[in-house]
């Protein structure tokens, strides 16, 4: 019985690398060109800011959920702030389009007003917050939508002070 030829090619940003042969053969050359690679992953994976789905998921239950309706909030407006409250709609809108259950992962000002309960101008006045400390920014068809860095910080600073109000 002959061993079969294998041939991976690999692509990272201006690198390109097509290994063929034997199995072994093209194992050894993919790993060499990790291990290459690997340092230069190493040094941009520590600036590079990601979110942990699944671990924001859990840091979510019980505070907001999402339906194919949309997105709500399972605690009363009245034990959250007005930032806390646009910040958590935002986020339950992203992880509902994220599993595929909203079609957007942005809304409008006047949803947001709506969800909130508060006249529009407060509504503007937080989403402007929110937008200068960088954790919503602003579609191109005017609607909000929340950042990589408003996930993380509501993930680390709001989440918890939420968590221990209810």
Same mark, same amino acid.
């Given at each position: 019985m002959s061993e079969g030829k294998v041939t991976v090619h690999i692509?990272?940003?201006?690198?390109?690398?097509?290994?063929?042969?034997?199995?072994?053969?093209?194992?050894?050359?993919?790993?060499? &060109?990790?291990?290459?690679?690997?340092?230069?992953?190493?040094?941009?994976?520590? *600036?590079?800011? =990601?979110?942990?789905?699944?671990?924001?998921?859990?840091?979510?239950?019980?505070i907001i959920a999402v339906a194919p309706e949309g997105a709500a909030l399972l605690i009363p407006k009245a034990k959250l702030t007005d930032s806390e409250t646009v910040s958590l709609h935002l986020l339950a809108i992203h992880i509902g389009y994220k599993l595929g259950l909203l079609d957007s992962d942005s809304v409008s000002k006047e949803e947001l007003r709506v969800k909130l309960g508060k006249s529009g101008k407060?509504?503007?006045?937080?989403?402007?917050?929110? &937008?200068?400390?960088?954790?919503? =920014?602003?579609?191109?068809?005017?609607?909000?939508?929340?950042? =990589? *860095?408003?996930?993380?910080?509501?993930?680390?600073?709001?989440?918890?002070? *939420?968590?221990?109000? *209810?």
């Open positions: 692509k990272y940003k201006d690198v390109e690398q097509t290994f063929s042969g034997s199995v072994d053969d093209v194992w050894v050359g993919v790993n060499k &060109f990790f291990s290459e690679m690997i340092p230069a992953l190493e040094v941009a994976r520590k *600036i590079v800011l =990601t979110v942990d789905f699944q671990s924001l998921i859990e840091n979510c239950k019980d407060i509504t503007s006045t937080r989403l402007g917050e929110l &937008f200068r400390e960088g954790w919503v =920014t602003k579609t191109g068809e005017d609607n909000y939508k929340i950042t =990589t *860095i408003g996930i993380k910080s509501l993930q680390r600073e709001v989440l918890p002070r *939420i968590r221990a109000k *209810i």
